[in-house]
């Protein structure tokens, strides 16, 4: 849900303290839902500080000259395809609204079923499914023109 490692630590840290600071708050039922809906919560204020304040604290890495050349068991067009279909997907998520972008990195990355969705998210099971299913013809659309990427 935080396309940067660094602000994604951030939003880890925020959502222990939240949940530490607020455990006389937590009322019983899945362990795994309350810190998730915190987790959720604390990426997504994540995104909206970021769009508030952009920055870039080390531009001179953002051509990621400094890395070190790949490995014998790393094939450099595999990488390059990977770390282009990568950044693709994340450009593509986020053009979408936050709701499906959420939705579709529960169900598609995390794993989450409909069920867990629409109760960490406190939406209907149908709203979670439109969702997902809007988002997904969304991201399509974004990336019709980069297919060759997602292919073979």
Not at 42 to 51: I, N
Not at 103 to 115: H, M, T
């Amino acid at each position: 849900m935080v396309p940067d490692p660094d602000q994604a630590a951030d939003a880890v840290q925020e959502a222990l303290f939240a949940a530490y600071r607020n455990l006389a708050s937590f009322r019983g039922g899945s362990v795994r839902s309350w810190l998730s809906r915190i987790a959720i919560n604390a990426a997504m204020d994540v995104q909206r500080a970021r769009k508030r304040r952009p920055t870039q604290p080390y531009p001179e890495l953002e051509d990621e000259a400094w890395q070190p050349p790949a490995g014998e068991e790393n094939d450099p067009e595999q990488v390059a395809v990977a770390t282009e279909r990568s950044r693709a997907l994340v450009q593509a998520l986020a053009r979408i609204g936050n709701d499906q972008r959420t939705a579709i990195v529960l169900f598609d990355v995390e794993g989450y079923d409909y069920a867990e969705i629409a109760d960490l998210t406190g939406v209907s099971l149908g709203t979670v499914k439109s969702r997902i299913h809007r988002g997904r013809l969304a991201l399509r659309t974004l990336l019709r023109d980069r297919m060759e990427l997602f292919r073979g």
